[in-house]
């Protein structure tokens, strides 16, 4: 399986095309002991139809925080989104009344999460928990539901549908459960598909066929994804786009092609050669030294310039603005493009 | 041709389920069901495969976490499987096990010192606090931390160090067999690379032999000297590395090897 | 020192559980100091100044034989702090060892849990009444019977929380190190029951005090000579018409202090949640 396929469709951003999902500037904060320490700093990344955009990044950089906002699951009071927008088909997302929201939310906007197992209630079969899905946005009969229900589970192939339709979830396996996942996400025909991580609790050979059937059901429905991953592996074979996220920002953001083949950002350089690849013998390493600054710790200037081969005093002091590196492929970072030697 | 440092042959690590209500049938998983194999002093041994192949339970099994149900596993040719607690104990020394939850393998509530002191005192390695901390200075730097941090607790440390402090706990024994069940999987890609670049080099440089339990062939292939691929209890392939990774002979194998998604960069593989 | 952290973040921002703490410690000081603040004698009769009202020099009035009632009740204050922190230390290490014990070696632990089942099916008064009255009354008795009957819960508790330890990883990598049983349930298991045993104590403190007043006044509990709350009201119950202090003021002591104990073990469990989830392993 090869990645060059991947990236030739590239959303061109005209002065007047909005596209699906934009979200610009988006800021984020948690509140812990009574102070707001700032999560997500001003990131901002669009998704058209029949595209997918992957957000790759470690713990800490914010990933989760910024689906969840997209959602609309950031409840409570200890996160919240400070500051940027949301628009989805043109809606803004942040200034609009609850009712409308759960209006979209599994209907027009749909989530996969990483563990099906806590996403999928135990104690209800997985039939019943899709038609619950259907029947919350659409007005259908409960046989209609049904017969819906058994398409959806052909079409993410679980064996014998109309059988496990009255199965319980801790009678099917991982890889069946977040198709499970899938098929419900899929129910109301959504525009856009968000995938937590959706394949890392899972097998290598399972992960395999979930991916493909996420990109068969793209083709064949036109929804929108956004596949968020720490994997650069699944991403490059899967999305059109990369966004590259660290500690908030977003370090890097291209085409996928464009992206693999020159990679600018020093930390998602470090990224790559620190995966120990399956092809080739490599005798150590090329690890990024230091660690991610926890929540707390107080940065001036840019976030990676700790751990970075490149830093200078002008990374310690000033936050890199977003620059185009290349038409299409923009990344924060006062030194882009450069090689340390 | 020198005796294995380990030798296991027709490995059986059986478990009951209890039955469903008072009469119901009462099913056995047979998390291992027949491994046999060989590790050379100073070799890697990978066993990968995906969750459920019984990976695991063989590293657990050695190291007497679970209870074999049949089989023999010979340490420089002394069956050790059928050994009692206190027979055994000299042998844990040998034989040390780095586990895969950073956050959960050390007791939070005592501090390092106590946490790498325990299995000194134990062995008899020392017989003061004084000569204990000498020694667990050494190893800490040797795992590239602070001697500083001894006196922390678990809590204050990121996933990355407290494995570190997990490796620094096995390695001050000096023990000459060292199972890793799954070292790396619960790290960040980063943090990973560092860890696994320091696995690397303290096997170079003390010559311990490892059994390197993991499910990413990735990791596999950067750590090895040799390849057993596991599947649903058994070993399906085993072999030396390149051997494994470039002629795979089993579909198994060559299934797994093929799901794995890569990286192009520019038009050559990563 | 992690118990100091732990009780200072325990009462931080809590009004209530802090007043409570601040008046069990003042029963405290008046247990340890109660001769040199007690007026009168607790046991000096005068049949001629019996059933007087409160004011001075009896604040709290006196009793049917014309005992000080304010002294009998500073006095009183002694065996409240006696019993309950005997019949804590009775239940915990009883009821702490079984458990611990029980969940650590499994088939044990299958026979003694079932042996404390039986016994929690027994209503806790019940339980203490049958034991009671096998035993003559005194203090060490009723402290051993209330102790016994709260050392039932404590086992339960402490065995699922063993159980919990048990399997987790630490435990594992200190058996790969060699540890042996006494040093696991010593090093790795016994601190981290510390908290829960903490609050346990707080409760079983509290309920002891009441299980001693229903058995004083059941006339079954202490001895009547030994000034308790629980007697007090025990035997000045006749007297609710004409004397009503006598049993308001006795009664109030037991309602406070056990409503303080309440609240105090309160805050005790809550701050064992998720904050301080790194500080003892998942319990």
Sequence with gaps: ?341 | ?270 | MNAMNFLRNAFAGRKLATAGFIWLCLIALAAIIAPLIAPFDPLEIDPVGRLAEPGWPNLFGTDHFGRDTFSRAIYGARMTVIIGMGSVIVALVAGGAIGMLSAYFTRLGHFLMRGVDVLMAFPALLMALVLITLLERSVFNTILVIGIVYATTTARILYGMTLKLKGEVFVDAAICSGAGHTSILIRHILPNLVSPLLVQASFIFAFAQLQAAALDFLGLGLPPEVPSWGNMLSEERIYITRAPWLLIYPGMLIVLSVFSMNLVGDALRDSIDPRFKDDIAGV
């Design chain 2, 1 to 270: 041709m020198s005796e294995p440092l380990l030798r296991i042959s027709d490995l059986k690590t059986h478990f009951q389920t209890k039955g469903a209500g008072l009469f119901g049938e009462k099913k056995v998983i047979k998390a291992v069901d027949g491994v046999s194999f060989d590790i050379a002093p100073g070799e890697v041994l990978s066993l990968v495969g995906e969750s459920g192949c019984g990976k695991s339970t063989v590293g657990r099994t050695l190291t007497h976490l679970e209870k074999a149900t049949s089989g023999t596993a010979q340490f420089e040719g002394q069956d050790f499987l059928a050994m009692a607690p206190a027979e055994f104990r000299p042998l844990r020394r040998e034989i040390q096990m780095i586990f895969q939850d950073p956050f959960a393998s050390l007791n939070p509530r005592l501090k390092i010192e106590q946490t790498l002191g325990e299995p000194l005192f134990i062995h008899g390695l020392c017989k003061t606090w004084d000569e204990a901390r000498i020694m667990i200075a050494a190893i800490l730097e040797t795992v590239g931390m602070d001697p500083i941090v001894m006196t922390r607790h678990p809590h204050e440390f990121s996933g990355g160090q407290r494995q570190r402090i997990g490796i620094a706990r096995v390695m001050i024994l000096k023990p000459k067999l060292v199972i890793a069940d799954e070292a790396v999987s619960a790290l960040d890609v980063s943090i990973q690379a560092q860890v696994l670049n320091l696995i690397k080099k303290l096997q170079r440089d003390s010559g311990v032999s490892m059994l390197f339990i993991s499910h990413d062939l990735g990791v596999v292939r950067h750590i090895s000297d040799r390849v057993a691929v596991m599947f649903e209890g058994r070993i399906v392939e085993i072999g030396d590395k390149h051997q494994i990774f470039e002629t795979p002979q089993h579909a198994y194998t060559r299934k797994l090897l093929g799901s794995i998604p890569r990286v192009t960069i520019g038009r050559e593989v990563a």
């Design chain 1, 1 to 341: 399986m090869t990645a060059s396929t991947r990236g030739s469709k590239t959303t061109l951003r005209g002065s007047d095309h909005m596209a699906l999902l934009e979200v610009e500037n988006l800021e984020i904060a948690v509140s812990a002991r009574g102070k707001l320490l700032p999560v997500v700093q001003g990131i901002s990344f669009s998704v058209d139809d029949n595209e997918t955009l992957g957000i790759v990044g470690e713990s800490g950089c914010g990933k989760s925080l910024t689906s969840l906002a997209i959602m609309g699951l950031l409840g409570g009071t200890t996160v919240r989104i400070t500051g940027g927008s949301i628009r989805f088909d043109g809606m803004d997302l942040l200034t609009l009344p609850e009712k409308d929201r759960r209006a979209i939310m599994g209907n027009r906007m749909a989530m996969i999460f990483q563990e099906p197992m806590t996403s999928l209630n135990p104690v209800y079969r997985i039939g019943d928990q899709i038609i619950e899905n259907l029947r919350q946005h659409q007005s259908i009969s409960n046989s209609a539901a049904r017969d819906r229900v058994v398409e959806l589970l052909t079409l993410v192939r679980i064996p014998s549908p109309s059988e496990r339709i009255d199965s319980f979830p801790h009678q099917m396996s991982g890889g069946q459960r977040q198709r499970v996942m899938i098929a419900m996400a899929l129910s109301c025909d959504p525009k856009l598909l968000i995938a937590d991580e959706p394949t890392t609790a899972l097998d290598v050979t399972v992960q395999k066929e979930v991916l493909d059937l996420m990109a068969d059901l793209q083709k064949r429905m036109g929804t929108a994804i956004v596949l968020i991953s720490h994997d650069l592996g699944v991403i490059a074979e899967t999305c059109d786009k990369v966004a590259v996220m660290y500690r908030g920002r977003m370090a890097e953001a291209a085409s996928t092609a464009d992206l693999f083949a020159e990679l600018a950002h020093p930390y998602t350089r470090g990224l790559l050669n620190s995966i120990p690849v399956v092809d080739r013998d490599v005798e150590w390493l090329e690890a990024i030294p230091g660690r991610v600054p926890t929540l707390e710790e107080n940065l001036t200037g840019c976030a990676f310039h700790p751990r970075c081969a490149l830093a200078t005093e002008l990374c310690a002091s000033n936050v890199p603005a977003t620059t185009e590196f290349k038409p299409g492929h923009s990344v924060q970072c006062h030194f882009a493009g450069k090689v340390a030697s």
